[in-house]
């Protein structure tokens, strides 16, 4: 299939190109951007003035439930749902049942993704063994079948020793190890973040300290170990001002943050709403404007979904009784753009923590839109306004932006040179 | 950016009035007010002969306690047995692990029983929001402890001991000791005394046992029992759960008591008018000494007593508030269709 795609602004961070130029697509690639390629003859042609053309986000965290949850989410349910929230490759947590730890669930995810073909998907595979943070999985193995980083969750390690030596084994085959920092022990039975919101619903806290002592830890085997390392979901101030201090010691360090932890607080909870549960939970407005900072400055090179949808009932409880997360991959790009609305990221930076930035913090081959990469783009009207929620292809309708009416509207989300999403 | 930035308050109806008793958050002074006033002229019936009066005759209150409570269950029994409810008390299991399945199950067929009332108790902060919201919007629920959250109703008849021993709030000194952190009775009393005027309201216990963010109380904070309780007028004390040890919290009940148990001779730093108040049940020895609690400043038995009273102020408020806010939805429908 050959597509011109005609006259929208072409923004793409990787390269520092802004400009209204046309696109040529070949083959599942970028052909040309700006001259038509000689003797280029158009099959298809997207009329695209007003529009902006950015590479296809690339969303570092996104559930997928499957296999082991289909209740509550498919590949084909919540990769379609990705594509309409302008997402062309996303990472899947090793979270499944059973557990990402052997290469045959791997290439089931794969194969399930293939047939589906609405997103590319990578997978995260188990640093351990039912993440049970004892015995190594089959790290190599699963690099092998396609698990571009290894992480363990949420889950802790059996001790500190067990962490060290997955990450030396890590570090042997220079693999990534995905870090989600947080102290079991110190955030144990929490609800909430610990401070005056939780106190005054009487939800058990979860200390900022449950992130930074982890991650003070975390960095600290980074630097002995030498393997490669990106922190997920990050959400405190003193966190991501822990993370600039290790990449200004040179380590090789990234990280990626929930889109809404840069949006809620914790001052959500105050109805109990079982929506706003989520975990790590969300922290004050002083950690969010720290997260906001550290975006705009880089030391977070990646904004993320941490898209989970959940069926109905893992929501309808009371609070501490209902399961975290937020269904949010659909609005990935109206969502991320209301921060530039509200004026705390310009387009261009936007653009490049949800693109560029992410596809190089876990060595992705996407991201960016030069001559001969793959033909992944996303044509979205800035102008135009998504009412979330309207039309909803995710399972899981677990979020608390429905209702809202959000910047920005995707109109085509294209997949290898061809439309894999069309409002 | 929440959705909930323009909600009516839950536990109100249209007209201001109490619909459901979830929290004191958000209540106005005048209201707290009336529930006081309604309770003291409830106070009466308890003495009567015929200890009823009608206000509640032909409706049906549940009692459902996820949690075990002697007292509040039977105080909250007797208070909807005096305004001649019909009462059912349901002690619910929570063994069940299904998310919730339990909770908003067994909600849905008492309420397809045609309850009108239902009184919940419930071990998860927020969990009578929750049925309030989503279980029972047009059936009165009145929060009979939930978590750590809020017990709203103990506040309230905390707050009629205080008024008819001290008068009013407006020059208390009110100190509360022990385990904030896990008591929704402190958190609720705080609030109360804070809405109803209480200039000078003290906690007392170690870091422990302070939450985070207590100032958002207008509080002070004391580790030292013996300089938070100089000239207070009214001490609340709060039981001490055993586990507190297990949970690294606190070196011992020994230790505890030490520091922060109420003995005579630290009740004599307070005000020799001074009140002790108890929620109950007590742990002798361990948040007071035996000759305080039986003391003559001790008011421990007139709150059981006051808290019939308020629970009948309160069930009688929410049912009328829920009555009226239902004619008038019938109303506007009708409207509506004209």
């Known amino acids: 299939m050959r597509t011109r795609i005609l ?22 690639r970028i052909a040309a951007v700006g001259q038509a390629p000689a003797a280029f003859e158009a099959e298809q042609t997207l009329d695209a003035r007003g529009l902006i053309a950015a590479p296809g986000l690339v969303d570092l965290s996104a559930a997928l439930r499957e296999p082991g949850y289909s209740r509550k989410g498919s590949i084909a349910s919540e990769t379609r749902a990705a594509a309409a929230g302008g997402v062309t490759s996303l990472c899947c947590p090793p979270l499944t049942k059973p557990v990402l730890d052997t290469p ?16 590319k998907v990578f997978p995260v595979g188990a640093l351990t063994r039912e993440l049970a943070g004892e015995q190594l999985a089959e790290l190599v193995a699963l690099r092998d079948t396609g698990c571009i980083a290894f992480g363990n969750g949420l889950a802790s390690f059996a001790s500190s020793r067990h962490l060290r030596r997955a990450l030396e084994y890590a570090a042997t085959f220079d693999l990534t190890v995905v870090f989600h920092s947080q102290d079991a022990a110190l955030a144990e039975g929490g609800l909430a973040h610990e401070g005056p919101m939780a106190n005054f619903l009487g939800l058990a806290g979860i200390p900022e300290t449950a992130e930074t002592v982890a991650l003070a830890r975390d960095l600290l085997l980074v630097e002995q170990t030498g393997v490669r390392a990106h922190f997920s979901q990050l959400s405190s101030a003193r966190g991501a001002q822990m993370i600039a201090e290790a990449q200004a010691r040179g380590l090789p360090v990234t990280a990626d943050v929930a889109l ?66 937020i269904s949010s991959v ?68 677990n979020c608390p932006f429905i209702g809202h009416v959000l910047p920005g509207a995707v109109r085509y989300t294209l997949l290898d040179g061809r439309i894999s999403y069309q409002a | 950016m929440t959705p909930n930035d323009a909600k009516r308050p839950l536990q109100l109806n249209d007209q201001g009035q109490l619909r459901h008793f979830l929290s004191l958050d958000g209540l106005s002074r005048e209201l707290l007010t009336e529930i006081l006033d309604t309770a003291d002229s409830f106070l009466e019936v308890g003495t009567r002969a015929v200890k009823k009066v009608p206000l509640l005759r032909g409706r049906t209150v549940c009692n459902v306690f996820f949690e075990n409570s002697t007292r509040t269950r039977t105080t909250f029994e007797m208070a909807a047995q005096r305004l001649s409810a019909d009462v059912i008390t349901l002690n619910v299991s929570t063994s069940s692990t299904s998310k919730g399945e339990t909770l908003f ?111 958002q109380y207008g509080v002070r904070v004391f580790h030292d029992l013996a300089e938070g309780l100089r000239d207070v007028d009214v001490v609340i004390m709060l039981r001490l759960q055993r586990e507190r040890m297990q949970g690294g919290l606190l070196p011992s009940q020994g230790e505890f008591y030490r520091l922060y148990g109420l003995s005579t001779a630290r009740l004599a730093l307070a005000r020799p008018d001074a009140i002790v108040m108890h929620p ?59």
């Open chain 1, 330 to 397: 659909e609005l990935l790009l109206p969502l991320a753009l209301s921060l530039v609305q509200e004026g705390v990221l310009d387009l261009p930076t936007l653009l490049a923590r949800l693109t560029s930035g992410p596809a190089r913090a876990l060595r992705l081959p996407v991201g960016a839109l030069a001559a001969g990469a793959p033909a992944d783009l996303v044509l979205f009207d800035p102008e135009a306004a998504t009412l979330a929620g309207e039309r909803w292809l995710s399972k899981g309708r």
């Open chain 2, 105 to 215: 199950d067994t909600l849905r067929n008492l309420e397809a029983m045609a309850a009108d009332m239902f009184v919940i108790r419930h071990a998860d902060s927020g969990a009578a929001h929750f049925i309030a919201e989503h279980v029972c919007p047009d059936v009165a629920v009145i929060n009979g402890g939930d978590g750590r959250h809020a017990h709203p109703t103990q506040g309230m008849l905390d707050m009629l001991t205080i008024r008819r021993h001290k008068g009013g709030f407006e020059n208390l000194s009110v100190a509360i000791v022990g385990d904030i952190l896990h008591s929704r009775v402190a958190r609720s009393d705080m609030l109360a005394l804070r809405t109803l005027g209480c200039p000078d309201i003290r906690v007392i216990g170690p870091k422990t046992l302070l939450p985070a963010g207590l100032e």
């Open chain 1, 260 to 325: 809404y932890q840069l949006i809620l607080t914790d001052e959500a909870l105050a109805d109990f709403s079982s929506l706003y549960h989520v975990q790590p939970p969300l922290r004050s407005r002083a950690d969010r404007d720290g997260l906001r900072e550290a975006v705009r400055k880089g030391t977070i090179q990646a904004i993320a979904s941490h898209h989970q949808p959940h069926e109905p009932d893992a929501k309808l409880a009371p609070f501490g009784a209902t399961e975290p997360g």
């Open chain 2, 280 to 338: 109950g049940p007590i742990n002798r020895g361990v948040e007071i000494e035996s000759a305080v609690a039986d003391g003559t400043q001790s008011v421990i038995l007139n709150q059981v007593t006051y808290g019939i009273a308020v629970r009948m102020a309160v069930l009688s408020m929410a049912m009328s508030g829920q009555t009226a806010q239902r004619q008038l939805n019938s109303e506007s429908t009708s409207e509506e269709q004209i």
């Open chain 1, 7 to 28: 006259g929208a602004r072409v923004i793409d961070p990787a390269s520092g190109l802004d400009q209204v130029a046309d696109l040529y697509l070949a083959d599942g």
């Open chain 1, 104 to 119: 045959a669930v791997a290439e089931l995810i794969l194969d399930r993704a293939r047939e589906a073909g609405h997103t």
